[in-house]
């Protein structure tokens, strides 16, 4: 059975930064509690409990709460009303709904004496004779009793006729009670017959998987199909057959309601962890030796050719925060490999790589994976071969000229070939405005062999 634990009030006091000893209000409606215990000895400043819908049979444990005033236990399975003598300053009390038929049992709320609120709606003891007359005079405190205001005019009525209607009462209380013990009997029977039914079920399964009856290895799949196919109707028949057949609706029911569908999402968890482990390895090479393009974590990804450094780049979408312990990187020639959390995902490469010149890194900003991998096959640019026969800070007049023929003649001594249009420009400069044709020339020849010493001279 599930209980109270200390983690579930820890969750449930979130508002309280988790504290549990200064909770003053806790939630623990809808958590399939079956045994009520320890809020007492946790939580000693509660003053409002919910309970609700839950499969609580007994109040209990909640005795030392001298500061509860409001519990709400609507939607069990209590069948009487006890321990809640020591709840000193309990003014509201909800028993909606829970299967309460002892209605005698009220007196024991005599002792709090703050209480004016109380519901009972739903319980079988509302179907009572002279139920209300009955409860308003027997609680004097109360001042509201389901959700109808209690008159001075009401209670002096119920109080006139208190010893008639307290006898009618306990005659049907009695008549109740018979009944009930009637319904335990039988639901225990019931359950002893369902109990020795999975024994046999359990039994014959162990026979149908023994080794004995597993000698041929070849139909076993095809049997395993069809023991699956009947199953599933076997299963279908017994939920219909069980949500079908008409039961009181008593404690023990409601509990077997709730067993049944917890050992149905069970079972479905069950076969479905069942179907991932038998579920085959993703084929990742086929038998023939050919590599297959795979996502298994459905990443988002981009390869690219970067021409100018001779590599593929492989950018893959990692998850930012994901930490990179859980990436398995493996490049071979023809293809990466990148294991995400154990799933594979896998690239075949258009170009054969270095593997052991490649190298991953995370993105700081994305986290992304990048991958670089050097191509095996080395291109030979045009402009990198240059750059190793020139100096670097020739290589833009070089590209400039490569198209002209003298730039191709200016490149086979290039040690003796510095700032040729210098001279040019200079010649040009020298030739304006001169004389005869003569000096001209011998002009130019001086300038010949005064070539190495030339100083520029901004005057000419």
Known sequence: FLSVTEDLVRRRAEHNDCEIFSLEEISLHQQEIEKLEHL???????KILYLQNNLIPKIENVGK??????????????ERIENLEGCEELKKLDLTANFIGEISSIETLKHNIHLNELFLVGNPCTEF?????????????????????????????????????????????????LKRAREKEEAQRKLQ??????????????????????????????????????????????????????????????????????????????????????KPPRTLVTAEGKVLNVNVPKL??????????????LDLAVYRHMDTSLLDV??????????????????????????????????Q????????MPKAKEMILAKQKKSTSAKHSDCDTLQKNARSSQVEKLEVDPSKYSFPDVTKIVQERQRTGQGPIRLQTEKIIENKKSYMDFENNEDV
């Not at 709460?65 to 209590?78: D, G, H, P, S």
């Open 129 to 177: 004779e002279g139920y209300r007359q009955y409860v308003v005079a027997t609680l004097h405190q109360l001042k509201c009793l389901d959700s109808k205001e209690i008159g001075r005019s009401e209670r002096i009525k119920a109080l006139q006729n208190y010893s008639e209607v307290k006898q009618k009462i306990r005659e049907q209380e009695q008549a109740y009670l």
């Open 65 to 78: 709460l001298k500061k509860l005033e409001y519990l709400n236990v609507a939607l069990n399975n209590i």
């Open 330 to 363: 493996d490049v071979q020639p023809t293809y990466i490999r990148v294991l995400v959390k154990g799933k594979p995902f896998q690239l075949v490469l258009p170009e054969e790589v270095k593997p052991d010149s490649s190298s991953a890194k995370r993105s």
């Open 40 to 46: 007492d000895k946790w939580c000693r400043d509660l």
């Open 300 to 313: 988002d990804f981009s390869l690219k050719d970067d021409e100018e450094n001779n590599q593929i780049i």
């Open 193 to 278: 017959e369902r109990k020795e039914k999975k024994e046999k079920q359990l039994k014959s399964k162990l026979e149908i998987d023994s080794p004995d009856s597993l000698q041929n290895k070849e139909n076993q799949a095809e049997g395993d199909r069809e023991q699956e196919t009947s199953r599933t109707a076997e299963d279908d028949e017994e939920d219909r057959r069980f949500w079908q057949e008409p039961t009181p609706y008593t404690p023990e029911t409601r509990l077997e309601t709730h067993r049944y569908i917890e050992e149905k999402r069970k079972a479905k968890e069950n076969t479905r962890e069942s179907k991932k482990r038998e």
């Open 365 to 372: 900003t994305t986290g992304h994976l990048v991958v670089s």
